[in-house]
């Protein structure tokens, strides 16, 4: 591809702001840059002003604290969206910025979720990653159980709940789930992302807590059964129509509990647990299995499953499919999506073949492609409607 | 003008100080480099300048000779006092970077002849005497490419039976083999010298100091063709050891066409196929290891490439004429890994890479393609080259051969932009080359970052490394 200018945009007023910081420069940033792009990075701050300037795209600059003293003295930047995306650092205009590609590199709310995107598309400026539609719909865990569901895609039973609804008569929604739902149970927050305020409820005593907590998270509450005997795999997916689907791949670490939670997920850096097998791979999330050592009959299943979701929910650029296997039945249960996974995932994909900077370079060319696929779609048509009022 | 202009900054002493540094005192080369140079801002890139004391001590010269200068032109200026001399004044002092730039070699040359020359002559005198009082079989290991190498693997196995001693690392030069041999016990059965070329006579000079007993000729190239003029005059170099030798025995690489057609009846032709009556087969190129079998024996060595073939299994018929074992001969090649930067292979991101950085010379470099273009089941095969330096007027032809070579064996070529860039590129056009080249402005940057570029399946060959006096 041409020598571009990129936006990438990172931080953010999530909890994953953290990862989402790493994912962007270690993933994103350094091989654009290797690859000879120019890149400007966006880092939105956890007040969600947004700077930009070199010294962001640093990881130096997070790990001394200096963020702390850029983000206190300069100015949040500008931005113009009139006929594309203009970036404009400290609001001078002189040094305004052209922005071919965005490059969104967010976890969680305010991000991952489709808001950017919309903003992007407003901005009518191609974008790296799944669309605004597909992203609302992945990081809500009820709309994509949903939609699994709507296309007989099995995922795990489940009860969804207003989180008012709970709260205004607490003693319903605990009869409706003794009754309809089979413990052990996980109740999650239906945004949040990297396991917060998920718990894995074993009896009806933990319920309540477990529902105060994902409460606290969002404004409405999944619950829903846990799958036994389980194998917990994911399988990275980039591209929109062709899809190419990555290793499918069996995480490695699982705390206590059976969740994989927060710190696991991000801090553990393969130290729990010690090593996995022979195939194991340090990844953005520990040691993986990649690929997963299943029998290929199943192996085969999940890449299916994944595929079925990514066609329902519609997902593009880039994604991750969370799937679930009962090894005894050997049914797979879709459990979550991922449009926007940690360092892009790149250690599979660099085991599938695709080093990360040949992985930048096939998800800029998704971007200008569904760009383009957008484009041709008319949503302008002349009318007389205002003449007649 | 620009390059005029570039001087006139702060720390371009140090610029000058880095590249002698850098061309390890060659003021040859120092004055090759000063009429290439088009910024002195854009030099030091790769590393930095070491105050040595040499350095400090060229520093202080210059200091010194800046002062005077300066002070002179000031002196003649308030003695003369007009406006002529005021014109004059200027331009010495606008002149003073051009002249510091050839100043600050003078000491190292006026050292060089009064006090390093003397000294040398007496150092190879006493080097000679401990030489030729040595009892050892003394193997002399010459060639354009592969010597370092050879001198390993003849090191390894033979030392397996016998007491060995052998140059260590790159060294090849006069002083550097006096002082090997200053360090040895006496009682080596076995000493291996490797010998380098860089000018007509350095052979002959060699080997009165050595005194060999054996040679090898691992190979004839255009390394260093600038300095030597003519492939006549390598071939010509390296030669001076048959001399020498006389009717004593001489290896020679036959894997090389120009010394097959050299070979005498005193000379011992060694290939992949074997040499003499020991033979060669059942060859296996693997990126990790390389197997055969020498007279029936199999043989696994981690050095890959069939180029080493031929030398290993000299090394084998050697040994046994020493009288080693087969047993001590096997455990003598098991004994040999990869040399740094030699062929030397590395797994990274689940790609092999296969680090060759050492490689310098256009044999080396179609050795290396051969060996990939042998390997198969890989998902990229992707080469790494800036190019060859000290190519003389032949940096077109050769770079343009390599492109040639490259059109069929690989999928991806990344190039170091520089001056050669452009003769690679033509000869991938030439041949048609289909994959993708990319070329990289930032060298350090992309070996820094290679990780980012490769998956699972790739096979890299990375050859030829350029240090910052060649940009």
Known sequence: MDKKTIAVFFGGKTPEHDVSIVSAISSVIKPLRLSGHRVVPIYIAKDGNWYTGDELAEIRTYQTGKIEAIVAKQKPLTISVNDGLTIIPDGRERKAVRIDIAFPVMHGSYGEDGSLMGFLRMANVPFVGCDMEASVIAMNKILAKQTAHANDIPTPKYLAFRKSEFEKNRAEVLRKINNALKFPLFVKPPHAGSSIGITKVKTERDLENALEVAAHYDEAILVEESIENLIEVTVPIIGSDEPILGNVERPMHLSSDGVFDFETKYLSGGKKGGKGGKSGKQGAQGYSEIPAKLPAELYRACEDTAQKMHQAVGLSGIARVDLLIDSKTNVVYFNEINPMPGSLYAHNWVVKGMSNVALVEKLLDYAARDFEKRARTNTTFATNFLKQF | ?471
């Open chain 2, 1 to 471: 003008m620009k390059k005029y202009l570039s001087r006139l900054n702060f720390g371009y002493e140090r610029v000058l100080l880095y590249m002698l540094q850098q061309t390890e005192y060659d003021v040859g080369e120092y004055l090759r480099w000063l009429r290439r140079v088009k910024d002195f801002r854009a030099v030091v890139k790769r590393q930095s300048l070491v105050p040595t004391r040499k350095i400090k001590m060229l520093f202080l010269t210059l200091a010194i000779f800046v002062l005077l200068y300066i002070s002179a032109i000031f002196w003649m200026v308030i003695v003369v006092n007009t406006i002529w001399i005021y014109a004059i004044g200027f331009v010495l002092i606008m002149l003073l970077p051009v002249v510091a730039q050839y100043e600050i070699v003078l000491p190292l040359v006026i050292g060089k002849y009064l006090i390093q020359k003397p000294m040398e002559g007496r150092i190879l005198n006493r080097a000679r005497e401990k030489f030729s009082n040595h009892p050892a079989t003394k193997i002399a290991v010459v060639g354009s490419y592969g010597k370092t190498t050879a001198k390993e693997i003849l090191a390894s196995v033979l030392g397996a039976g016998k007491k060995i001693a052998a140059t260590p690392g790159n060294i090849n030069q006069p002083l550097g083999i006096a002082k090997f041999v200053d360090k040895l016990d006496g009682d080596e059965d076995i000493l291996i010298v490797e010998m380098g070329e860089f000018r007509v006579g350095d052979i002959t000079k060699m080997c009165q100091l050595v005194n060999p007993d054996i040679g090898f000729i691992t190979g004839v190239s255009e390394a260093h063709l600038a300095t030597f003029g003519s492939m006549e005059n390598i071939v010509a170099t390296l030669f001076e050891l048959r001399e020498f030798l006389g009717k004593k025995p001489l290896y020679l690489n036959g894997d090389n066409e120009l010394l097959r057609s050299r070979v005498d009846k005193f000379s011992i032709l060694y290939s992949h196929d074997g040499l003499g009556n020991h033979r060669v087969k059942d060859v296996e190129i693997e990126p990790l290891q390389t197997k055969f079998t020498f007279d029936g024996q199999p043989i696994t060595s981690k050095l890959i490439g069939r180029h080493n073939i031929g030398i290993t299994a000299a090394a084998m018929a050697l040994a046994k004429k020493f009288g080693l074992s087969k047993h001590e001969i096997a455990s003598g090649i098991k004994a040999l890994t990869p040399f740094e930067h030699r062929m030397a292979p590395t797994i990274m991101n689940g790609a092999v890479v296969i680090d060759d950085t050492y490689n310098g010379n256009l044999r080396g470099v179609l050795a290396g393609v051969e060996l990939v273009r042998e390997l198969d089941g890989f998902g990229r095969k992707i080469y790494v080259t800036p190019g060859l330096v000290e190519q003389g007027d032949k940096t077109a032809a050769v770079h343009i051969e390599i492109g040639r070579a490259l059109t069929n064996v690989f999928d991806s070529v990344v190039l170091m932009r520089n001056s050669v860039t452009e003769y690679i590129l033509t000869g991938l056009e030439e041949n048609g080359f289909r994959g993708e080249i990319t070329i990289i402005d930032n060298p350090l940057d992309f070996y820094e970052n290679l990780s980012s570029f490769l998956a699972m399946g790739d096979l890299v060959l990375m050859q030829n490394d350029w240090t910052d006096n060649y940009f």
